[in-house]
């Protein structure tokens, strides 16, 4: 076997191998991507709490310092 040959052969495992790894990552990224949904779907629910959650505190603190300091509840809603 002569040296180019030799050469072409290394070559074409080299390539081999990198075709190999590039569809095995390809299989791990397509195989991770629905838990990647899930997951999104779960901070985006995680983000709904919180937020509902801090609006839930400030309106209860509101309501207490109105209630010190005696402001009458109807006059607070903007909708009336």
Excluded: F
């Excluded at 390809?26 to 629905?34: D, G, H, I, N, T």
């Excluded at 779960?42 to 005696?70: N, T």
């Amino acid at each position: 076997m002569s040296t180019e040959e030799q050469a072409r052969g290394l070559m074409a495992q080299h390539r081999q191998h990198k075709e190999h790894l590039h569809d095995s990552m390809l299989s791990r990224a397509e195989a991770a991507e629905p838990e990647n949904a899930h997951t999104q779907e779960q901070a985006r629910e995680l983000m709904a709490q919180y937020r509902q959650h801090k609006e839930h505190l400030h309106d209860s603190m509101l309501s207490r310092a109105e209630a010190e300091i005696g402001v009458p509840q109807e006059t607070t809603d903007p909708s009336q």
